[in-house]
């Protein structure tokens, strides 16, 4: 299994509080993404990074910001959480875009009461 | 804009039937493909993706895929469904571009009746 954890993996919050979750590998890939899974929408990409310092924004990037300060961390930060974010998030890594697989974390599980 | 389509949102077979999950894309350019599996409470598996070369696609657990561009799809099977097989799986396309992105479908979950 590729190295790929997740932080927390369950995380209840209230409304407008930030949140922040932390994806970590060890494979040292060059790609890092950020899902959300919601019922009936398959998964949505939130963020994604092609290298370090290098982030752009996905097609459901409203309310959301992304920071990777190294290869092996990739975070995702809800600045005021609403709940509509209540979701479960997956981190995914590639080593290469395009023709490459993407190899996913176990998923966080977010609620936003 | 690329995009992928997964008729109905759960399929229901009989354990040693045939199982055929359909999915169809749309892209300007010829795709890279893919099919992810999902059992619950885990994240998503690769079980086969198509890229170049030959358009029959053999994966892991028994299953496999064909790449038809005329149709534009990339449907998955199995030629007897196992208990171990019931969970939700996803399509994918990705375009070439050395950037590029992964555009999900909606997922279909399938069931395995004893």
């Known amino acids: 299994d590729a190295g790929i954890t997740q932080s927390p993996r369950h995380k209840v919050t209230e409304t407008g509080t930030p949140v922040t979750l932390r994806c970590h590998q060890t494979?040292?890939?060059?790609?890092m993404y950020w899902y959300r899974q919601d019922p009936g929408h398959g998964l949505r990409l939130i963020h994604y990074?092609?290298?370090?310092?290098?982030?752009d924004k996905g097609e459901v990037s409203d309310g959301y910001s992304v920071s990777r300060s190294k290869t092996e961390d990739f975070l995702l930060t809800l600045e005021s959480a609403t709940s509509s974010q209540t979701s479960v998030y997956f981190c995914?890594?590639?080593?290469?875009?395009?023709?490459?697989?993407?190899?996913f974390g176990p998923g966080t599980r977010l609620t936003v009461t | 804009a690329q995009s992928v389509t997964q008729l109905g949102s759960h399929v229901s077979v009989s354990e040693g039937a045939l199982v055929l999950l359909r999915c169809n894309y749309s892209?300007?350019?010829?795709?890279?493909l893919f099919w992810y599996v999902q059992y619950p409470n885990q994240g998503l598996q690769l079980l086969l993706k198509?890229?170049?070369?030959?358009?029959l696609v053999k994966g892991i657990n028994g299953f496999e895929a064909e790449f038809k561009k005329s149709e534009t799809s990339f449907h998955l099977t199995k030629p007897s469904a196992h208990m171990s097989d019931a969970a939700e799986y996803f399509c994918?396309?990705?375009?070439?571009?050395?950037?590029?992105?992964?555009?999900f479908g909606k997922g279909i979950t399938l069931s395995v009746r004893p």
């Open positions: 995914a890594i590639s080593g290469a875009g395009g023709r490459y697989e993407q190899y």
């Open positions: 994918a396309v990705s375009d070439l571009g050395a950037n590029s992105k992964l555009t």
């Open positions: 198509y890229t170049t070369g030959a358009t």
């Open positions: 892209s300007s350019v010829p795709p890279y």
């Open positions: 990074s092609y290298g370090v310092k290098d982030t």
């Open positions: 494979e040292n890939h060059r790609y």
